[in-house]
């Protein structure tokens, strides 16, 4: 399967942004999905992830309350949500995907980063 994230930008803060995560290749309604993102001069972070099922979701604690991950089957693309945006949300933002009914473990696809700034 191929992600490919889109729709960063430069944001004000207080602001907010959807991302999208459009998958080809194959569906990915039974694949548990996460976004990523890397700051300059740090390590990589799970910022958000849903089970295969839809029915679980998990949240960096510096996110939660302010992003929303969210996904359409239909239209095999999965979505993160950013509102309250903060100058500390600024990052390269990643989606990646596992292979179908695995919800733990090492993710097996990966897509290219869409870049996000937010200004103070």
């Known amino acids: 399967v191929q992600l490919q994230a889109s729709g960063g930008g430069l944001v004000q803060a207080g602001g907010y942004l959807r991302l999208s995560c459009a998958a080809s290749?194959?569906?990915?309604?039974?694949?548990?999905m996460g976004w990523f993102r890397q700051a300059p001069r740090k390590e990589r972070e799970s910022v958000a992830a849903?089970?295969?099922?839809?029915?679980?979701?998990f949240y960096a604690e510096s996110v939660k309350g302010r992003f929303t991950i969210s996904r359409d089957n239909a239209k095999n693309t999965l979505y993160l949500q950013m509102d309250s945006l903060k100058p500390e949300d600024t990052a390269v933002y990643s989606c990646?995907?596992?292979?179908?009914?695995?919800?733990?473990?090492?993710?097996?696809?990966w897509g290219q980063g869409t870049e996000l700034t937010v200004s103070s």
């Open positions: 290749g194959r569906a990915i309604s039974s694949a548990a």
């Open positions: 990646a995907a596992r292979r179908d009914y695995v919800n733990s473990g090492s993710y097996d696809y």
């Open positions: 849903v089970s295969w099922s839809g029915d679980r979701t």
